[in-house]
Structure formats: C-alpha cells, structure tokens
C-alpha cells in the first residue's frame, strides 16, 4: 500500500490569510496531480469545512472550529488527529512529539513570511504571538520547515534553531491567473484611470511609489492596504506630490479583480523589502506588467532578471523607466521568470520532501 500524504487545510472556511489560504489549495491540487504511483492525498481540516478538491480521497474533520483548533494546537493538543505524513502549507500544524524512525509519522510545516519577527508592528499582537508560538512547536517538533526562497530560509535559521530542517520549495501565481474576459468592466467598478501604476508595501515604504507614479504621469493604485489606512496612505501621497484623487487605494481584492487590476498597469512597484514570498510581483511578472522591487533577499531570489531591482531612494526614477520605454522588454523579462513558478512544480517538491525524510 503506498503513502498517503494528509494535507492540513485550515482556512476552507475561516480565512485568516487569502494568498495563503489560496495557495494551500492550489499545492493541493498539484499534489493530486503529481501523486507518486500508489500514493494518494488526504485532507485534515476544521469542523464545517467542505474539501472542494477532486481527487482527494479523504478528509479528516476534527471536531473544532479554525480559531479553537488554533489555540488548540499552539497548546500541544491535538487529540484525534492520527499520524502518517502531514503537510501544511502555513504554519498551523499537530505539532507534537512522533517517532518517524519507527511508525514513519512525519509533520512539516511552511512559513510564508518573517513579519512576525521582522515587521511585528504589520500584524495583530495576537497573531504575532500565535506565529512565534508554533515556530517554537515546529523547532521541537517538525521534521521539516518550509521557506519559499534562499534569503528566507538563511534569515530563518538566525531566528531559529533549526539546522538543516529548513527546506525551500516556492509559490507561484494562484491557479489559472489569466486576464479576465470582463477585465475593462471590473476596472470601472473599481473606479480606476486610464493609466496607473500599482504599489504594494507598507504605509511607511509606499512614499517612493507614489513618487514613482508622478515621474511616470500616472495614477497609483495601492494594493492590499489595511482596514483603515486610506486616510493615512492618501496623505502620504499628497506629501509625496500625488494629488489626493489620484491616490487609489484598495484592500484585498479577488484573484480575477486584481488580474484586471494588472491587465491595466503600467507598471507595478514593489517598495518594501520585508522577508516575505511577493505574491502581487509573481504575480504581476505572470501577466507580463513591468516590475520594479526594492533590491532584498526575497525579491533578489524571485525576480533574478525578470525586473528592476533598485536601492530604496530609486524607486521613483526606475517606476519612471519601467513605465516608459524599458516597459515592452521588461514585461516579456518578467513573464518569462513567472515560468519558473508553478503550483505543480512546487507539489513534485514537496512529494520528494516527504520521501527524502
């Protein structure tokens, strides 16, 4: 009988994080389709959840709800969920003591992000608290920890004790990530101008943006904005020469709202540096928009010649040339890197994860 690999699908319903809550369905999907001959995949998630993965063959449903079976598992309790191989793609995982010699038991976790520990103040105090918790669990406890890029997992091994358990496997754009049909129609629902270019960072990184949109003779639409930091990031702007109105800023948006979104960019700029997996530049490179990024770890690892990588202070000058006539080339750059990510390559690699351990 051949294994069978149970992924932890924590977020069906209550989503705390939706690039990773999409990501994790997405590495399921791949699992499904790059199953070893005789293995299968199997599913452990929350109380309520429906699995809408064709091809898992079964699901495990624990007896509490996404914000119980949180706390729960930080605390070490994690009655009812068996062993065998046991994957997360966040780091919400039955992080207990197991023999893998013995009963082949293996747990693995992955980490996103190092906000927690790099940029606490971006977080909730309870979610950083959450996250360090169960990075001490996966220090004592997991087999293996997964990062999505070198700088990530060489700035994670000074945080934590884990030697040669941190393995890098990488993200990709969400599943199917293609310009919608209704592209124009939802751009007008969302009020965005002819020409614009998109920001993602932080309020105290986004400066350089909103000064890049000026050089370029653009609007700026901000991604992924706090609730409640319009005001603040509209001021920002206004400091940093962009009149108020051409301030566009948005929160979360879907996958097809922001492929509209990026279908209609001169550009995007990516203006902060943090260690974290760039979901909006792979994403952006994806659909062939010209990408500038804060030269860092993570986006020197992502974007390689696939955009601008430029120090913080020429941002402004480079969203200009990205924009201008660097963009046809630098858009066909960056499609051809998104190439290197897929959700199917990235689930061969964690099935080989598995059987190295």
């Known amino acids: 009988m051949g294994a069978r690999l149970r992924v932890v699908l924590d977020q069906l319903v209550h989503v705390v994080d939706h690039d990773q809550a999409a990501a994790a369905v997405d590495l399921t999907r791949g699992l499904v389709m790059t199953a070893p001959s005789g293995c299968a995949v199997e599913a452990i998630v929350p109380a309520g959840s429906d699995v809408p993965i064709d091809g898992v063959v079964d699901v495990r449903r624990m007896g509490l709800a996404r914000r119980e ?26 992080l207990v003591r197991h023999d893998r010699v013995h009963d082949n038991d ?24 959450w996250n360090k918790a169960m990075m001490r669990r996966a220090v004592k406890h997991a087999d293996a920890v997964v990062v999505p890029s070198h700088a990530m997992a060489e700035r994670l091994g000074h945080i934590a004790k884990l030697g040669e358990r941190i393995r890098v496997i990488a993200g990709a ?24 270019v998109v920001l993602t ?14 050089a370029a003779g653009a609007h700026a639409v901000v991604l992924d904005a706090p609730d409640g930091a319009e005001p603040r990031l509209a001021e920002i702007a206004s400091a ?4 108020e109105q051409h301030a566009h800023i948005r929160g979360f948006l879907s996958a097809d709202d922001r492929a509209a979104v990026f279908a209609g960019a001169a550009a995007l700029a990516a203006t902060d540096a943090v260690s974290a997996w760039p979901w909006r530049v792979v994403e952006a490179m994806t659909l062939g928009v ?37 963009s046809r080339r630098l858009g ?11 959700w199917v390559s990235s689930a061969e690699r964690v099935w080989g994860l598995h059987a190295e351990l």
């Open 332 to 342: 066909v750059l960056g499609a051809d890197r998104a190439r290197a990510f897929s």
């Open 106 to 129: 293996q747990t693995t976790v992955t980490l996103w992000g190092l906000q927690a520990w790099e940029a606490p103040e971006a977080m909730s105090r309870s979610a950083v608290a």
């Open 240 to 243: 940093a020469g962009l009149p």
């Open 290 to 326: 010209p990408v500038v990024a804060v030269d860092g770890g993570v986006h020197r690892d992502v974007i390689v010649d696939g955009g601008m990588l430029v120090p913080p202070g020429e941002v402004a000058e480079a969203v200009a040339d990205a924009a201008g006539e660097r």
């Open 69 to 94: 079976l949180a706390a729960s598992w930080q605390l070490g309790l994690v009655g009812g969920v068996g062993g065998g191989l046991i994957h997360s793609a966040t780091l919400m995982a039955p």
């Open 173 to 196: 754009a969400p599943h199917e990530f293609v310009i919608p049909f209704d592209a124009v129609a939802r751009r007008e629902a969302l009020s965005l101008p002819e020409r614009y």
């Open 201 to 214: 960072g932080s309020p105290s990184s986004l400066a350089e943006g909103f000064r890049g949109a000026v």
